[in-house]
């Protein structure tokens, strides 16, 4: 009895020093399960949904990227792992032994040898032991499954980057989708937009023919393979109700060819995502505060002699330091005049100076990613000039987040905050009039975040429990019409805010906003002050 009273306890310290190698507040089997619920019941009837993983992206040579998965993929299953497909039906199905099912999803098999190189492999069992899936397969059965997509009224999917290789293994990416395009005809032309376009003519009557008519303009004048197509330039040049109700009937015989839908998928994944469950909003408010640490370290230990790499390298310690798994998106640092460009990457500024550096970065962390932007000067003093555009940007981004409100149009912090900062860059006579401003203001103010920096969502009125970011700036280059004084002045400040019944919450709030706070928090000791390497050739 002792003997196994031991064993079972050995057992379970193995488990529970497993446990504490890995974090533990990954999202839940049934986070994901209740999601894949969520799709079904937005489905129409007699339809079959299908997700494909990521491709693996080569870097050089034999040399891969870390793999990432597709955030709709690991928003419905939580597999980590390339090379799998899911299938979510409408309704049930049945087995061969005539069991039913709603759901299936086919992974990569488990392999000794490649997992001795790249790492352990879930396989089927591990996708049900582990995923909480009942119906798990191996990828090749989905190669060899005997399904006939052409009964369903629809097959929901995205379609295809052309950017996934052929690996040569049975069952990977390449093959996968090679086998879906086989069952269910996939047409060499099938492009996303037309049948989007060809869908909403179809849907045309006598309320909605002129919106349409419009919107069937923009996407023309947007995508110029789309002028090609003489039903979609007949529908937007017809002049009468009798010449766009043929162009229907034709636009009606080409959807019914095949029964392919990328639309209806994307507005669901766009709806569900939109809005974040408690879950979600814990991992998302992590990843923020993980990223506004990294700010108030970097304050901490700024200086002029620093570079641009230098200052993302503390940021992104602080980001592992915390279990981040990646960044969100390539970090943005920009001193003096390369604040400017507003997609900076370079970051290969050997020394800030004095000049305002602005940051731009957000860790992300089991999935969900931040986007924290913060603009202090390397010196740890704003100059009169530099003090001037950073408050007008300041106030405009409060104006922004006050405005972020449930009901509110998604333009509406937009709108606030550039009225702020077009009134003001007037009175300072940085700029003429309006249309001057926004050469100096040339973004948009807000985006949702989630699994994706730029997350998925209808960008109609805001709903509670969605995430956005506010983020105003200024951007004055070398050259620009006004005086020299502001030239090289570019400010930036991005927060992150949950919109609430109750009021918006800025989940970054922890990092220094006003100049007063930055520079206070720039007078601090960094524990990075006294740590010097050694010097090279």
Not at 444 to 457: C, I, R
Request: aromatic share 10%; hydrophobic share 35%.
């Amino acid at each position: 009895m002792k003997k196994v009273l031991m064993i079972v306890l050995l057992m379970f310290s193995g488990f529970v020093s497993l446990a504490q190698g890995v974090p533990t507040d990954y999202l839940s089997a049934e986070f994901h399960k209740e999601r894949r619920e969520a799709v079904r019941e937005m489905m129409p009837a007699n339809t079959v949904a299908v997700f494909f993983s990521n491709p693996v992206r080569n870097r050089a040579n034999d040399v891969n990227y870390i793999y990432h998965q597709d955030p709709d993929f690991y928003y419905l299953t939580g597999y980590k792992e390339p090379n799998g497909v899911l299938l979510i039906f409408s309704e049930d199905q049945k087995d061969q032994d005539g069991k039913l099912y709603n759901e299936s999803i086919f992974v990569q098999q488990r392999d000794a040898r490649r997992e001795q190189w790249d790492g352990k492999r879930l396989g089927a069992e591990g996708a049900k032991n582990v995923l909480g899936f009942k119906k798990a397969y191996e990828g090749s059965q989905f190669i060899a499954l005997d399904m006939d997509f052409k009964e369903f009224d629809k097959v929901l999917f995205f379609d295809f980057k052309n950017d996934y290789r052929n690996t040569g293994e049975e069952a990977d990416l390449f093959n996968l989708i090679k086998a879906f395009k086989v069952k269910t005809d996939y047409p060499s032309d099938y492009n996303p937009t037309k049948q989007k376009l060809y869908s909403m003519i179809a849907s045309a009557n006598a309320e909605n023919s002129r919106e349409i008519v419009e919107t069937v303009r923009k996407y023309i004048k947007y995508y110029k393979d789309l002028q090609k197509d003489p039903l979609l330039t007949g529908f937007a040049s017809a002049n009468n109700d009798g010449l766009r109700s043929e162009i229907k009937e034709r636009v009606n015989l080409m959807l019914k060819s095949n029964n392919l839908d990328s639309a209806i998928i994307t507005e669901i994944m766009n709806t569900l995502r939109e809005t974040k469950t408690t879950e979600e909003i814990k991992l998302l408010r992590k990843a923020v505060e993980i990223s506004a640490v990294g700010q108030i370290e970097v304050m901490k230990a700024m200086h002029p002699n620093m570079s641009e790499a230098e200052i993302q390298g503390i940021h992104e310690f602080v980001y592992k330091k915390y279990g981040s798994e990646y960044e969100g998106y390539p970090s943005i640092v920009g001193g003096g005049n390369n604040g400017c460009i507003l997609h900076y990457i370079e970051n290969n500024k050997t020394m800030v100076g004095n000049d305002l550096v602005l940051m731009d970065l957000g860790a992300e962390y089991h999935g969900y990613t931040a986007d924290v932007t913060r603009t202090i000067p390397a010196n740890g003093k704003f100059t009169k000039e530099q003090k001037l555009i950073y408050d007008i940007v300041y106030d405009a981004q409060e104006a922004g987040i006050k405005a972020s409100k449930v009901g509110a149009s998604f333009q509406a912090p937009g709108t606030a905050a550039r009225e702020v900062v077009t009134k003001r860059l007037m009175s300072l006579g940085i700029a003429a009039d309006a249309k001057e401003a926004r050469t100096y203001f040339p973004h948009g103010t807000s985006h949702y975040l989630g699994l994706d920096v730029h997350d998925k969502g209808t960008y109609q009125r805001f709903k509670a429990n969605t995430v956005i970011t506010v983020e105003p700036g200024i951007y004055i280059p070398e050259g620009s019409k006004c005086d020299k004084k502001w030239w090289g002045i570019a400010v930036r400040i991005e927060d992150d805010i949950l919109i609430t019944e109750d009021g918006p919450v800025n989940l970054s709030a922890m990092a220094p906003r006003t100049t007063e706070s930055i520079e206070a928090t720039m007078t601090a000791p960094s524990p990075l002050d006294d740590f010097v390497l050694p010097g090279l050739d």
